[in-house]
């Protein structure tokens, strides 16, 4: 397989719900693609334009002020302490690596890539791009021999799973067994809501308690599109062992991926500023504590969703079915189906629409089950 046999952008199978969902009197409400929506903080715009003379090319490995403050970010809010600048690399946002890894892995056909059974479709792609084989399997015990990477997601887009230290353990030890590289996509981790959540950071993969005493062959994927509403900027990067994040570097510079200058910069001081994210997760706060029980009292049921960015329900029926429901009600859902066969009863409802627009999908939902 190569990138011309790939299907068809599967969101545009949704333009007729969009389309149906606009012909409600009081509009769309829009809770389909996890897009931001609100400002992207005066600190961090303010940083941009002051590094707006960027006459010189930018560096594939960061500038040494923006490794300084991942390293930092890490130890400060995801409890990895001993990283160094030569573990960390920024990346053009991280759907860009996600797609990218198996290339710049180097893997290709009779390498499997294990990706969660419901799971963000860019690492299905990414495999199939290169002829690897992807394998959906969320248990480590069912990881096959012959697998070269794993994809985990935490918390998981759509479905909010949260791996625990000790899962995370565990997933590590069978990586290891087999040879493969993990690699934890991690986008959403500030955004914990329930259970150990609502007072527990999410750990990471890096984590001295998930480790084992070595980052070998172990990478974190983040981003702060969400977190700092940056995705317009397209700002990510990759953390872990230095072998696997040197080689993905000597990949990089080959093909000339490097974030501009002046986005190095501002993401910098993005990761050096903790309020604004404190005061993100809040306006995320607010909508979920609207929207989660009207989706309840509409008649689905919400499952997993104690952290991540979306509420992930079902009614019992087919996905396309609940879609028209919605759209109906002048609301717009991403579908279960998009994220592998086996959703294909479940929404996603993002929490990336403004306040009132929530509000307002709260209500309609209230109302259809009067």
């Keep these: 397989m190569s ?18 969902a606009a012909l409600h009197p009081g509009g769309i409400v829009d809770l389909s693609i996890g897009s931001p929506v609100d400002p992207t903080p005066e600190v961090v715009r303010r940083a941009l334009t002051e590094a707006t003379d960027a006459h010189s090319y930018p560096q594939t490995v960061g500038t040494p002020a923006l490794r300084e403050a991942i390293v930092d970010w890490y130890a400060r809010r995801r409890g990895v302490p001993d990283l160094r600048p030569d573990n960390v690399l920024p990346t053009i946002g991280s759907k860009e690596l996600v797609a ?39 248990d480590p015990a069912e990881w096959p021999d012959g697998t070269r990477l794993i994809w985990i997601n935490t918390p998981g887009n759509p479905d909010g799973r949260t791996w625990t230290t000790d899962e995370l353990a565990a997933a590590v030890r069978r990586a290891r067994e087999l040879g493969a590289v993990l690699a934890s996509d991690e986008c959403y981790a500030e955004l914990g809501w329930e259970g150990p959540w609502a007072t527990e950071p999410v750990p990471s993969v890096l984590d001295p308690r998930v480790t084992g005493g070595t980052r070998s062959n172990l990478l974190s994927v983040y981003s702060l599109s969400k977190q700092s509403n940056l995705a317009g900027y397209r700002a990510a990067f990759v953390a872990g062992c ?3 994040v040197g080689r993905i570097l000597t990949a990089r510079k080959h093909l000339g991926l490097m974030p501009p200058a002046p986005v190095q910069h ?14 993100q997760k809040e306006l995320y706060r607010e909508r979920r504590a609207l929207l989660l029980p009207a989706v309840r009292e509409a008649g689905f049921r919400v499952d997993g969703s104690e952290a991540g960015l979306y509420l992930w329900a079902t009614e019992g029926r087919d996905a396309w079915e609940s879609l028209g429901r919605l759209a109906d009600l ?11 066969d086996f959703s294909e009863e479940h929404v996603r409802l993002s929490l990336t629409a403004p306040t009132e627009r929530v509000a307002q999908g709260a209500e309609r939902l209230r109302a259809s089950s009067r």
């Design 3 to 20: 990138v011309r046999d790939l299907a068809d952008y599967p969101w545009d199978a949704v333009t007729p719900y969009r389309e149906r």
């Design 100 to 138: 990218l890894l198996p290339t710049l892995l180097g893997l290709g056909p009779g390498d499997i890539v294990v990706h969660p059974r419901v799971a963000y479709p860019t690492y299905e792609v990414g495999a199939r791009v290169v002829g690897a084989t992807p394998v959906p399997a969320d």
């Design 242 to 244: 230095a072998q696997v």
């Design 266 to 279: 501002a993401m910098a001081v993005a990761l050096g500023d903790d309020a604004h994210v404190a005061a």
């Design 330 to 340: 002048g609301i717009l859902a991403g579908p279960g189906p998009f994220y592998g």
